[in-house]
């Protein structure tokens, strides 16, 4: 399929460095969205980037854009807590020109098609993988065609007054007949190029998390969903990458978790270590695994990850309240005894942890949220990403979360730094209590183990990420060569 023509492609975020350079590196750049514009761009069309962020000059920018680019089409996406943003973009689109289609796609316009198709600032909504399905659409408006019968899409029909809801293909199998992603249409909207990317290396998820995505994407089509690139594949794409950026030291290997296929997970970490084996300078790998039966009994799966090269792994421990964690969050079966196990056998290899955790479950105390801090303590991890529970439209827990009445939907807003406030109104557990706790979760975690500055700092970062102003000023400045001087001046202070 071969077509020509002039597209956009917008992404928000509130998390940025600057207006300007937005996305910290490569490594925040979101992957449905890159797919779908290489996708595009593979097909023949001029496609551009545009990045917004809460203090981005919408109208001016965005009529700038389209009178110097004239686009036949606009693409967009978002996650649930963006939505509301991208609506508003969507509109500002049509008020400069209400002539060009804009279609979305994204988690939110999955999981909550009828919803979105009403807006009328959206010609369709895409349901799912969009790689074909968007490329489809494009050809058929490059055709002056009104665009009909794509699967994937649900597309309103030329008065306005209808909907077509086609079906949905099955899960793309071959994850490998994907293009690498063009990483240069995003490289005027990164602040540092060298820093940790990440690399795609599978679709899908195999655990039922209740307050996940994962288990209601899993609904929208047929076919397998959990899918893995293969091991050369991959490398083939690092390869390409660190010959464009040869100052690249780590890698991050993004995936929802790399321990669910342990044969897989053995045969690509062979394919690492032969990779790094003619290197002078090795590169480090880090990847997210989630702990169960399986993992906890094979030794030789820390073995695998030391031999490759892993410098660090995310591991979801999410709540140390096992009550919650089997019956409300529904993650795999792992005790704590285990989790603290595996972290002390991680660090005794050399291989650094990361915990994930969450705080305000629905129906969590705070006693429950204590047990979080032991555990966590406990494990001993270099570094938690404690995230406040965020209700996910489409998802089992935001259904519960509004069948026990913690949500209220008339009050309730999907807000800028999502997972930094809570929403909930829960009884033992109020939203001040759980914003205190958010602040001083590194305190309990660290104290007596750290320094007091390094605790101190930590706090203060959890502090600043609540606020979009205060977070963009953070990033700004620890992005900057100034601040790797003072951090170098004052280390002695804050590590180790």
Not at 274 to 281: A, C, D, Q
Not at 292 to 309: I, P, T, W
Request: aromatic share 12%.
């Amino acid at each position: 399929m071969n077509c020509s023509m002039k597209i956009i492609c917008v992404y928000s975020l509130d998390d940025f460095v600057t207006v300007e350079k937005p996305l910290s590196s490569f490594s925040t750049i979101p992957y449905g969205l890159s797919y779908v514009s290489t996708a595009l761009k593979q097909a023949g069309n001029d496609v551009e980037i545009f990045v917004a962020t809460p203090k981005t000059k919408i109208q001016f920018q965005l009529k700038n854009l389209i009178e110097k680019k004239n686009p036949g089409l606009i693409c967009l996406t978002a996650v649930s807590s963006q939505y509301p943003y991208i609506c508003k973009i969507a509109k500002a689109i049509k008020e400069i020109d209400d002539s060009i289609p804009i279609i979305i796609g994204g988690h939110h316009a999955t999981l909550n098609p009828e919803e979105t198709i009403k807006k009328d600032c959206f010609d369709a909504i895409c349901m799912g993988e969009g790689e074909a399905a968007i490329v489809e659409y494009a050809q058929q408006i490059s055709e002056n065609k009104h665009p009909s019968s794509i699967n994937n899409l649900w597309i309103k029909n030329k008065t306005g007054n209808g909907v077509e809801r086609n079906s949905q293909n099955h899960f793309v199998k071959d994850l490998d007949s994907f293009p690498f992603i063009n990483r240069k249409m995003w490289e005027p909207w990164i602040f540092d190029k060298n820093r940790m990317p990440t690399i795609l290396i599978g679709r899908g998820c195999p655990n039922k998390c209740s307050y996940c995505s994962n288990h209601a994407l899993a609904r929208i089509s047929s076919g397998r969903y959990v899918r893995y690139r293969s091991p050369e594949n991959i490398i083939n794409e690092m390869e390409a990458i660190l010959e464009e950026n040869p100052l690249i030291k780590s890698v991050f290997f993004e995936v929802e978790t790399f321990s669910v296929n342990l044969k897989y997970a053995a045969k690509f970490c062979e394919a690492l270590k032969v990779f790094n084996h003619n290197r002078i300078e090795k590169i480090k790998f880090g990847a997210n695994i989630s702990l169960n039966k399986k993992v906890v009994e094979d030794e030789q799966f820390l073995k695998n990850l030391k031999d490759a090269n892993f410098d660090f792994v995310n591991l979801g421990l999410e709540s140390g309240s096992e009550h919650l964690r089997n019956t409300v969050l529904r993650r795999p079966k792992y005790s704590n005894e285990e989790m603290i196990a595996f972290c002390k056998l991680a660090e005794q290899m050399g291989i650094h942890i990361n915990l994930y955790a969450l705080l305000g479950i629905p129906g969590e105390t705070q006693s429950d949220f204590y047990k979080t801090i032991e555990c966590a303590r406990a494990c001993n991890p270099r570094d938690v990403f404690l995230s406040i529970y965020y209700p996910y439209p489409g998802t089992d827990l935001y259904k519960m979360a509004i069948d026990e009445g913690f949500l209220n939907l008339e009050k309730f807003q999907n807000n800028f730094m999502e997972r930094k406030k809570s929403v909930l109104n829960m009884p033992g557990f109020s939203k001040n209590q759980i914003q205190y706790q958010f602040l001083i979760f590194p305190y309990n975690v660290y104290k007596g183990r750290l320094p007091f500055m390094n605790i101190m700092a930590r706090v203060l970062r959890g502090y600043l990420s609540t606020n979009v102003v205060l977070n963009s000023i953070f990033r700004k400045i620890v992005n900057s060569k100034v601040f790797d001087v003072v951090k170098a001046r004052f280390a002695p202070f804050v590590d180790k």
